[in-house]
């Protein structure tokens, strides 16, 4: 009887039968049994119908068979009494092994030779130089029309994205006089018109813009299975599973922690423009009416006087005589009808705006529309006439340049309340079906305290839009004039 070695065998054993084993084997009839058993020294026995019989295996290719028990069973299941015989050959995954990496050794060599190869015929390739000729000169075309931005509303319940994500390059402002004529046009600013809300409508939402997922333990049907008993490595991975899970959850409550510290900041910041705005202060001022904000609830009862000194080396510049003066660049983002002013400091700040050349005039402005008419875009706040001098063109290019550097810092503000959204937005989609509820209320929560400050900062940058416009329009007209008495 031929053994032969199924799997990853590649050998075949021998057997040896008695004569009347093999005649009782061809009569098999369907109550007859057979069963196999090897020892791992190679001697084995089989048992037929009660009776048993040695068998001895002899090495093949260098090594002794590893026989596994094998057991027939009933000879009628398959029909006829086979000589074949399925054992497992031990040296086979050796021999398998030392030949895929001979393989490998194989064809990392023949790899050698075809870079060297390919580096050799590198060499002897001969390189040309293609000379360009400059193109021919030809006067600039006159940039396309400026796009007025749309009015910013929310499209839609669910978490809005109430900002503009990173946009193309803002214009530079165009070149000096001194420049041979004619001068390019700055190109179109963009629009900082709001995207579009990104979640499925297929899928159901709790109201947050966060697709609502259904935690694995609800689809289940049917009892569970009963736990076994945690020993050996299962109560080590279960011991580590639950580490990482308390450390993932701490790190949960570090980053709310971090966004909350965040967000006091911002509008510690925006205090101490406004402050700032109406007369250089001293440290110890500040100091005391940051308390008395931090009393009347206005700031955060978190700040220290370490918050503030941050905050004052970003938006002023110290004096000599020890007062911080407010940026010339933050002056841009000013607002008159800021809350938290009395109305003689109203007057006050439209005074300096006035003098600064921020506010066409320093009387008050119109009155506000009617609770009930829906909100509009801002009206242009800079009355820029038509410049007739190199002076006024000179001061508009600052003016734009100053206005420009607002401009670009509320768009990196906004940016940081996208990304800050968006990892909240993870956090909620990672999250547990007992922890969803937990993080749609925080959201929703800290989504209600931002969208004020959210709003004001796209209705600024809006604003800011409208005046690079006028000035960068009263800039062409001038260049363009000038270019066109050059050319007579």
């Known amino acids: 009887m031929d053994i032969t070695f199924g799997g990853d065998a590649a050998c075949v054993a021998t057997m040896r039968l008695p004569a009347d084993l093999v005649q009782r084997l061809a009569d098999a009839t369907s109550a007859t049994s057979l069963q196999i058993t090897f020892a791992p020294s190679g001697e084995g026995v089989l048992e037929c119908d009660g009776e048993r019989y040695p068998l001895v295996s002899r090495e ?32 086979a995954a050796d021999r398998l092994r030392a030949g895929y990496e001979q393989a490998d050794v194989e064809k990392r060599q023949r790899r050698a030779v075809d870079v060297a190869e390919a580096s050799k015929k590198a060499k002897t390739v001969k390189t040309t130089t293609r000379v360009v000729p400059p193109p021919a000169a030809r006067p600039a075309a006159r940039s396309a029309p400026l796009p007025l931005p749309p009015p910013w509303a929310p499209t839609s319940p669910t978490l809005p994205q109430l900002f503009p994500n990173p946009s193309p390059p803002l214009p530079q402002p165009p070149p000096p006089l001194s420049q041979p004529f004619p001068l390019p046009l700055p190109p179109s ?14 899928t159901p939402t709790v109201g947050l813009g966060v697709p609502c ?22 109560a080590a991975g279960r011991e580590a599973a639950a580490a990482a ?11 709310a922690r971090e966004a ?8 510690l910041s925006e205090w101490c423009i406004h402050r700032l705005a109406l007369g250089p202060k001293d440290l110890a001022a500040l100091e005391k009416a940051m308390h008395e904000a931090q009393t009347k609830k206005l700031l955060s009862q978190s700040l220290q006087i370490g918050s503030l000194n941050r905050v004052l080396t970003n938006v002023a510049q110290k004096q000599e005589n020890g007062r911080f003066q407010l940026l010339t660049e933050k002056l841009a983002v000013v607002r008159v009808d800021w809350e938290h ?52 063109y000179l001061e ?14 509320l768009d990196e503000e906004l940016a940081q309340y996208t990304k800050r959204f968006e990892r909240m937005e993870e956090e909620y989609e990672q999250a547990s079906g007992s922890e969803k509820e937990a993080l749609a209320k925080k959201i929703r929560d800290e989504f209600r305290k931002a969208e004020p400050t959210m709003q004001r900062k796209v209705e600024q940058q809006r604003q800011n839009h409208v005046q690079l416009k006028a000035y960068k329009n009263a800039v062409n007209s001038y260049v363009d004039r000038c270019n066109k008495e050059k050319s007579k």
């Open 60 to 91: 093949e290719g260098g090594g002794m068979c590893e026989l596994i028990e094998e057991t027939a069973g009933r000879l009628a299941a398959v029909g006829v009494v086979s000589k074949k015989l399925t054992v497992r050959q031990g040296g």
């Open 189 to 202: 600013l963009p629009s900082p018109s709001p995207p579009a809300p990104h979640p499925p409508p297929s």
């Open 213 to 234: 997922v259904p935690h694995p333990s609800a689809r289940t049907c049917g009892r569970p299975a009963a736990p076994r008993p945690a020993c050996g490595r299962v």
């Open 245 to 255: 899970a308390m450390r993932e959850s701490g790190g949960r409550a570090a980053g």
């Open 260 to 267: 909350a510290g965040e967000q006091a900041e911002e509008l």
């Open 341 to 392: 002013y009395a109305e003689n400091e109203r007057s006050t700040l439209r005074a300096v705006l006035f003098k600064k050349g921020i506010l066409s005039q320093p009387t008050a402005c119109a009155p506000a529309p009617a609770a009930s008419a829906p909100s509009a875009p801002a009206a242009e706040r800079i009355v820029v006439t038509e410049l007739t001098s190199e002076k006024q």
């Open 396 to 409: 508009t290019r600052e003016k734009f340049g100053t206005l420009y550097k607002s401009y670009k810092q």
